[in-house]
């Protein structure tokens, strides 16, 4: 009886560790997609910036190319 008892201390040790690794993995997951989404964020307001500065290069050249009809 002693050795099923201390098995099952064993087992649910296992089992709690496993648990604490699979919050770790999540909390990493969570952590990436984060900073993907921030990466795609300041990617977007870099090419935003990069479009602003050439039409500004284009007008000061007078080379405006955005034509409205």
């Known amino acids: 009886m002693v050795s099923s008892v201390s098995n099952s201390s064993g087992q649910n040790a296992v089992a709690d560790i496993l648990k604490e690794q699979n919050k770790q993995v999540e909390a990493q997951r969570a952590k990436n997609n984060d900073e993907q989404k921030r990466q795609e964020q300041l990617?977007?307001?870099?090419?935003?910036?990069?479009?602003?500065?050439?039409?500004?290069i284009d007008e000061s050249r007078g080379n405006n190319v955005n034509i409205s009809v």
Do not use: C
């Open 43 to 56: 990617n977007a307001e870099q090419a935003e910036k990069t479009a602003q500065t050439q039409q500004n």
